[in-house]
């Protein structure tokens, strides 16, 4: 309780808000790293997410993926002052190895003009789509590679496609 | 409290054996409905998996539909008389529309032959790969479509392949 607490950084906003509106992120504990210029990186405990192998469940791995992605242009179009509802509308998922301990997912944006393409056609006629990648690794190593393509919507659009 | 239960039938040994050993499963209120044949029926509430708009968490959505791919394979296995470890190996899913109420996951084998196929394989190798589709639908419309590769390994198998 400090009286002249600091704002809270996007990064900590963004994980009162996944806590808030995707209940199932508090059971998969998931935990909001470090965010920078390109990349996001969540957390999640092993121990929550375990397997009938002891190891990571398939869907709590993709899940910490699909909400890095989610987060990145969440906190990328936030920072350029847009507003927009992001959805996932396709991916694909390779698990390459088990993952035997507490995992983290780095999302990383396209190249930046990949990224300017999509802001621009985001600002001209309301709505865009972009590819994001992302990388769940534990203790280092390259667990799971996921390629999502998410649909980004200003909400003063009408909903003329249907999101999916 | 029976005295003279009748033995569990596979469908809820399933679900019992989710909720054991993936902790996951009962946070997304995962029930195991319709087992036949060739297919194999998961439900979930939308109160435990809503997002930020409402609408079903796409990572809850994948969740159903690779749990019911891995449960759908791990009753047919069973009722063969096969042991195997099950694990998804690779996935592709498309959100075709959002999910506004609760929804299930159903998850169909590969036809007959090809089923067949991954059976004898299984019992001759010790080890084989097989893709299961599985539909998530809401009030009887197509939500989800999912598409996952599944490796099966019998236990007594040396692990000669990294799973993933």
């Known amino acids: 309780m400090e009286a002249h607490a600091k704002p809270d950084p996007p990064a900590a906003q963004l994980e009162r808000r996944l806590y808030a509106e995707i209940p199932l992120t508090r059971h998969i504990g ?16 092993l121990a929550a997410n375990s397997n009938h192998k002891g190891t990571a469940f398939g869907g709590s791995l993709f899940s910490l993926a699909v909400l890095a ?3 990145l242009l969440v906190l990328k179009l936030a920072a350029r002052g847009l507003e927009a509802e992001i959805v996932i509308q396709d991916s694909e998922v390779d698990y390459v190895a088990p993952v035997h301990g507490d995992f983290s997912a780095r999302a990383t944006l396209p190249d930046g003009d990949e990224f300017d393409r999509f802001v621009r056609t985001l600002e001209r006629r309301g709505r865009a789509r972009v590819q994001v990648s992302v990388v769940v690794s534990h203790d280092g190593r390259e667990a799971v590679r ?3 393509n998410f649909a980004a919507v200003r909400p003063q659009e009408p909903s003329r496609v249907a999101i999916g």
């Open 69 to 71: 992605g989610w987060g």
């Open 146 to 148: 996921f390629k999502g």
């Open 30 to 45: 998931v935990r909001v790293g470090a965010y920078d210029r390109a990349t996001l990186t969540l957390k999640a405990p």
